[in-house]
């Protein structure tokens, strides 16, 4: 009878140690990688598209509010004029063709009500052509037109009209001083000598009187500093609105 009893005793002790190992490899295959990764894994629809994504779709009230549409440009046409202040002086005796020159916009420029181009804006501008006056016949001229602006400090090149001056030439006051400088050379010749005297002064005189006529020539072609110039665009312009500030 105690060997039987024994016999029972070891059996149930086996058997409960079999029970402790069956639940130890079941708590450690629920704590396996593949087993954690499974339960992490976000739910799916039929269509493989994750179960809150298309909840979102399905909401529009759940969605991201799309960013706003960057302003849009401004565009001055053609034919739009710029009234601009010359900030120095441009005359054509020294000018050449090519050379620039600086001014401001004396007018805001707007399009549909709204200012595109606020007064003050800084305009460059280019020599298209210059002659100075000649010394006994010719004519002076100056032409010049804009080539860039400036709004909020972004540079535009730009297409204009020209703008030209001209001073017709003074040949016919040179003609005259020179046959006055002759006359008062002869006077002077003969009150030296007379004769041959005479004849050199005369040469003198006349030499003198064309000098007289070339230093006193004609005027130049000139735009003088905070002249108002008005200019036409001759292509239209794009111009980017202003960031607005917070």
Sequence with gaps: MNRNWILCSAMAMLLVAGCGKSANDSTQTANTPAANSAANQTPTTPTGVPAQEQANAANPANQPAPPPEPPKPFVI??????????????????????????????????????????????????????????????????????????????????STSSVSDAE????????????????VGALIGGLAGGGKGAAIGAGVGAGGGLAAGAA????????????????????ELTVERQAATQ
Excluded at 132 to 150: F, R
Excluded at 169 to 182: E, I, L, P
């Design 77 to 158: 046409a053609s034919g739009t004029p710029l009234t601009i202040v010359l900030t120095s002086t441009i005359n054509s005796k020294s000018a050449t063709a090519g050379q620039a020159f600086d001014a401001t916009l004396a007018s805001p420029v707007s399009v549909d009500g709204e200012e595109a181009i606020p007064k003050g804006s800084a305009v460059a501008g280019t020599v298209v052509s210059a002659k100075k006056q000649g010394a006994v016949k010719g004519e002076a001229n100056l032409t010049i037109k804009l080539s860039y602006i400036t709004v909020h400090g972004k540079q535009y090149p730009i």
């Design 168 to 183: 017709k030439g003074k040949g016919k006051r040179s003609a005259v001083m020179t046959g006055g400088g002759a006359a």
């Design 216 to 235: 006193t020539g004609g005027k130049n072609a000139e735009f003088p500093a905070e002249t108002r110039l008005t200019f036409k665009l001759t292509h």
